[in-house]
């Protein structure tokens, strides 16, 4: 039988059978030999040892597309960041660093601003434009006027998404918004395990039918651009490419250089000066960390 591994405690796993339910497992122990730890999102083959107590085994983990490690989790289609449009202000830095750490992991990324029924129209337009061209798909949501939320969950129907996002930016609201059958799926989990839902944070993965299944990921406050040398930092940034080979020196870094195409790009609003003002900050980040 196969599943897939929706939350992880203790040493013990539950897993996902579609038209089944939860089961609990015990992983078997030529992981633990081998080194091979389960991790939340793993598709598996497992044993039923009591399909009444819905008890199982392990036996195999199926091989994974993905995996990233905070939070740690396996086969991701892709992942959201769910940040208020109004209050509080969007801190843009924040996302861009997300954004690049998901890039470079080739995990596909989308950004939902929330609560826009209470922002201006023009900077709505605005923080749409900031990502044009960055290969990151925008949406605008309100879950007071329901706006943009039957194209959110569209983009979210038959994948695995994490979510993240940091507090006050309504992502209860928008998850209940888009899968009211969410509060169903974390009871039913909770029932299962028989823990406080909120004693100690784990990975989780909610199944809310359709092969469509989130994740809500806490602690989304800081996050540090380790394993990345300055130099490849420009890569990871999809609004660069048309303009990189017409820099008039090989291997312009697009800060100080003269004759940058990229700095031309941000001057002609071609590309946001708000991302370029975070690729240079964080270009120094990577520079100050490798020297110090």
């Known amino acids: 039988m196969n599943g897939k591994i929706v939350r992880g405690i203790a040493g013990f796993y539950y897993v996902h059978v579609k038209e089944a339910g939860i089961f609990e497992c015990k992983a078997k122990g030529i992981f633990r030999n081998n080194n091979i730890k389960p991790l939340v999102g793993d598709n598996v083959k497992l044993e039923i040892l009591d399909s009444e ?3 199982g085994n392990i036996t195999d983990i199926l091989p994974r597309n993905n ?17 208020a449009a109004s209050y509080p202000k969007p801190d843009l830095n924040l996302l861009d660093r997300f954004l690049l750490m998901m890039r470079m992991q080739n995990i596909s990324t989308a950004v939902c601003f929330n609560k826009s029924d209470d922002a201006d129209e023009e900077w709505l337009l605005q923080l749409a434009d900031n990502y044009r061209g960055s290969d990151c798909t925008v949406y605008m949501t309100s879950t007071v006027t329901g706006d943009g939320i039957a194209e959110f969950k569209q983009g979210m129907t038959g994948k695995t998404t994490v979510l993240a996002g940091p507090s006050g930016v309504g992502k209860s609201s928008v998850i209940n918004s888009l899968f009211p059958e ?13 823990r406080g839902r909120h004693t100690t944070r784990h990975s989780e993965l909610l199944s809310l039918g359709k092969e469509t299944y989130i994740m809500d990921t806490p602690g989304f ?56 003002n975070n690729y240079k900050q964080f270009y120094e980040e990577i520079s100050h960390m490798k020297k110090y």
């Open 221 to 276: 406050t800081s996050l540090k651009l380790l394993l990345l040398e300055k130099e490849e930092l420009k890569r990871y940034y999809p609004e660069f490419e048309p303009y990189m080979d017409r820099c008039r020196f090989l291997g312009c870094s697009h800060i100080n250089e003269p004759g940058c195409a990229i700095k031309d790009a941000v001057q002609n609003n071609n590309i946001s000066q708000s991302r370029y």
């Open 182 to 194: 969410a509060q169903m799926a974390v009871g039913d989990i909770s029932s299962k395990i028989k």
């Open 53 to 55: 107590k819905m008890l």
């Open 67 to 83: 995996s990233i490690i905070r939070p740690a989790v396996a086969n991701i289609d892709q992942a959201v960041v769910i940040i």
